[in-house]
């Protein structure tokens, strides 16, 4: 059994993996993490599914074709050395990701800044938090978290800020759940322009216009002052700033927010009425064109009444990504140094370059990513290397940056796959290792660092990414530099050299952990940071002094401002985009499960009712967005937890899962000014229904190959399932079948009912159903995991599409670790009146394992119950 870390969100809780003996890990979670206490969320709990070898990339390709390691690295090592010499170290960037962990992070970054000499790396955790960095930073001096989680524990308020904390951070959300059932005077305040699982456990839902937060947050000041709440001894001996704060709150007006007088009323006198009051924000503040102000006017009203630093109360970045705040760490980010140091101080640069023996260091800021990807298109950027991201994907305006990758005049990607939409476009492809045998440290977002540590071996030709840097370092001529023979050597150095940013007063030092030696790392419990002579662990803030030059705080006077898109009038939509809660991020991992692809299966986007009648979409059909940037076609989810005018579509979807699906091509760059995070938040697009000659749900064993307007793929059980959609008229559905299915061989099973317009057919392979196809004009209703669960059973039956002798249809899956469906769940609140979540979990074991379900249970009893409830 191996202690290791889930390497999805950025909660990072411990897990416990024991291989099967088959290369297979079983998983569970860890009891002695304190993160997660021996829970695990669904995707987490699914670990195991995912780290089969289909789709791994095993050796080395350079366009296209396999290669030994050294004739990759020599080549990779060569082009990036002559383009330096020819065009200057600024021709050449790296493109990171917060999925690495921090010894892989720590040599890219030395690579970059201290030997190549530029400051062109940047890290998709630009997406995620880098308003948070900038926003700390202008408060604090430093980018740091003052809390822990179990403040979470310790809070009688917790304000959510555009945080679907049950989705996507979902550990912290039941330990919120937990928290609130033994104290049920808790009270929890959700503001988010959407009503999310979230909401469900919220007393006050606040659906706030979109990026108007900082409005909400300025009259909460202004109220602070007015009522006389703030700390005047805190302010007076710890703070600067306040009084133009709180000209800059007053000034502001809060009807930008849309909100009810009587709800903005209720909000501040719950916020001023309870001492021990956490905000925890994360991607609805984060990513925006004001998420620093947002992330200020935040901090603001915890500065101005001293809630910071102590036991349940103080401002909570959550973070997305495993290991983003790794990445801050040892200065991932373009604008950062290493060690919280900051590049544009000239004795932090000496000091580094010092440390490092470091040949050349940069004196200013490189391209954050939107930038970096626009060098990369007009050709200012030449080399490009990639590393454990897919920014085709997963960037604004993805489908210019996917051109722009095409154009580079030389790109290298270093992943555990080559089926990613980037992948397809680099010269040189490496293959990478990744969880499961990745060996080294990530720091979650309450500063906890914990071991990812190998429970598999390497497969084929995969190396650790920071191998991989450091084989190019030497080769580029920095033998001794990059002469790492272990990941404990680098996690030593990194230490060693945030002893030294300690000595400029900085707040990350774990010099305390740089003389453990290769055993002690090894065997590292999770440790909170800081480790240093002076202090272990703990609160930041909590004394009262800050990182600033004279140890205060400070105040930041900020003023509300629009999303930068809005309002366009001839898009009249607004696009929130977003993730769900069994997808991670481009699905490279979480796509490989089929019981995580149970729960949503398909892209989809959230509509008004009102709009979907004004736009005649009935439900489930497909919808196409567009904007001036890209289109898609997605299927309509029509639901009022949006509001009218408003859309959700989450951003999983990859150009291998779906045909139109990369939502993130409808968004055009618009950044923060400060964080340079772009807008994901805002985007104007225009509607309308996508007018289908024909919808499909088809199963079958092999990866099916589609062509038509709409198709979106995804695993199941044995195969995969398929929904298709076409304008065009298709005159024979048993040869498309054949096609779709790759079996020419195989024999047809076909009804067919010409009055209605449909079509169902069985492929048969050896007496067994190998592929099923269901065809008609308006949406298929037929019960689609039923369906997926005959693949490779006696085909009889299968084409009624609904289980047969009596047995119900289990509907969508709703609890994804004991597979239970909505039906079920609906069926089982009415005949038993059920009340509560644990009494349908008794009844049907729903929410009993993972609990990642437990609000869309709460959700389906409020819906079924109604009617008992009113007699
Ligand atoms: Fe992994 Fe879920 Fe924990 Fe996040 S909450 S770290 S996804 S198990």
């Known amino acids: ?518 055993a002690a790392y090894d065997a590292m419990a999770p440790t909170h940071w800081p480790v240093s002579a002076a202090r272990n662990g703990g609160r930041f803030f909590g004394d009262g002094r800050f990182f600033t030059d004279d140890r205060k705080a400070r105040m930041v006077a900020v003023t509300p401002a629009s999303p930068a898109a809005l309002p366009f009038s001839g898009r009249p939509f607004v696009l929130n985009t977003g993730r769900i809660r069994d997808h991670w991020h481009t699905m490279t991992r979480s796509g490989k499960s089929p019981r995580l692809a149970r729960h949503l299966a398909e892209p989809f986007v959230e509509m008004h009712p009102r709009d979907a009648v004004a736009l005649g979409i009935a439900p489930s059909e497909l919808v196409a967005l567009s904007s001036d940037r890209g289109r898609v076609i997605l299927r309509v989810l029509i639901t009022d937890r949006v509001r009218p005018r408003q859309l959700f579509a989450p951003m999983h979807w990859t150009g291998d899962a779906a045909s139109a699906a990369r939502v993130n091509t409808l968004l055009a760059t618009h950044v923060d000014p400060i964080s340079g995070q772009p807008e994901s938040k805002a985007t104007p697009v225009a509607a309308e229904r996508y007018s289908a000659a024909w919808y499909a749900f088809a199963v079958c064993r092999q990866r099916p190959a589609v062509r038509c307007d709409y198709w979106a793929r995804i695993r199941t059980e044995g195969g995969w399932r398929v929904e298709m959609a076409g304008s065009e008229p298709v005159s024979d559905w048993s040869e498309r079948a054949r096609m779709i299915f790759g079996q020419t061989e195989a024999e047809v099973i076909m009804m067919t009912d010409e009055a209605r317009g449909s079509a169902r057919v069985a492929l048969v392979q050896e007496g067994r159903l190998s592929g099923a196809l269901f065809v008609a004009p308006q949406p298929i209703s037929v019960a689609r995991q039923h369906v997926a669960d005959q693949l490779g059973r006696d085909p009889s039956g299968v084409l009624a599409g609904r289980p047969g002798g009596g047995a119900e249809d289990p509907g969508q899956t709703i609890c994804s670790c004991i597979g239970v469906g909505m039906n079920t769940i609906a069926r089982a609140v009415q005949a038993g009146q059920l009340a509560t979540v644990d009494a349908v979990g008794a009844a049907t074991g729903a929410g009993t394992s993972c609990g990642s379900c437990r609000s869309e249970i709460a959700g389906l009893i409020e819906r079924f119950r109604m009617p008992q409830a009113a007699e």
């Open 1 to 518: 059994m191996i202690r290791t870390t889930c390497p999805y969100c950025g909660v990072g809780c411990g897990v416990l993996a024991t291989p099967d003996g088959r290369g297979g890990l079983e998983v569970k979670g860890d009891p002695d993490h304190p993160a997660n206490r021996g829970r695990l969320c669904s995707k987490g709990a699914a670990l195991g599914e995912t780290v089969g070898l289909e789709d791994r990339l095993l050796a080395p390709m350079v366009e296209g074709r396999e290669v030994d390691w050294d004739d990759a690295l020599d080549l990779v090592a060569k082009k990036f050395s002559d383009t330096i010499r020819l065009h200057g170290p600024d021709s050449v960037a790296f493109y990171v990701s917060g999925q690495l962990l921090t010894e892989d992070y720590y040599v890219a970054n030395k690579l970059m800044k201290g030997f190549i000499g530029s400051a062109n790396i940047d890290t998709n955790s630009r997406l995620c938090m880098a308003s948070s960095v900038a926003g700390h930073k202008r408060a604090f001096g430093t980018d740091t978290v003052p809390g822990l989680y179990e403040d979470l524990e310790l809070a009688d308020l917790i304000v959510l800020v555009g945080s679907n904390l049950a989705w996507c951070h979902p550990i912290l959300y039941q330990r919120i759940v937990a928290a609130r059932d033994s104290r049920p005077d808790l009270k929890i305040v959700n503001i988010d322009p959407r009503v999310t699982a979230t909401s469900d456990l919220a007393n006050l839902h606040l659906a706030l216009n979109p990026g108007s937060d900082v409005a909400l947050f300025n009259h909460l000041l202004a109220a602070i002052e007015t009522r006389g709440a703030a700390d005047s001894d805190f302010l007076r001996d710890h703070v600067t700033g306040y009084a133009e704060a709180v000209r800059a709150a007053q000034a502001s007006d809060v009807a930008a927010t849309g909100l009810a007088p009587a709800d903005i009323e209720s909000f501040v006198d719950l916020w001023l009425g309870t001492e021990r009051v956490v905000t925890v924000y994360s991607q609805g503040v984060n990513q925006s064109t004001s998420g620093t102000d947002k992330v200020n006017a935040i901090l603001n009203c915890h500065l101005a009444t001293g809630r910071i630093g102590r036991p349940g109360m103080g401002p909570f970045s959550v973070t997305g990504q495993p290991n983003a705040m790794g990445g801050r760490e040892v200065g991932g980010l373009a604008n950062q140094l290493a060690a919280h140091l900051d590049l544009e101080n000239p004795a932090h640069r000496q000091a580094v370059r010092d440390f490092w023996s470091a040949p050349a260091m940069p004196e200013a800021a490189g391209l954050k990513a939107a930038d970096m990807f626009d060098a990369v298109h007009d050709g200012r950027i030449k080399a490009l290397w990639i590393i454990c991201t897919n920014p085709a994907v997963s960037m604004p305006d993805a489908d210019r940056v996917r051109d722009a990758i095409a154009a580079c005049a030389f790109t290298v990607v270093s992943d555990c796959t080559a089926r990613t939409d980037t992948a397809r476009l680099a010269n040189v492809v490496l293959p990478a290792t990744t969880w499961g045998e990745k060996d080294g440290t990530v720091t979650n977002s309450e500063r906890c660092i914990s071991r990812q540590r190998p429970a598999l071996p390497v497969p084929g030709k995969a190396r650790h990414d920071w191998e991989i840097l450091a084989e190019v370092g030497r080769r580029m001529g920095w033998k001794e530099a990059f002469d790492y023979r272990n990941p404990a050597e680098i996690f030593s150095e990194h230490a060693e050299l945030s002893g030294i940013a300690g000595g400029f007063g900085k707040d990350f030092d774990i010099s305390g952990l740089a003389a453990q030696g290769r």
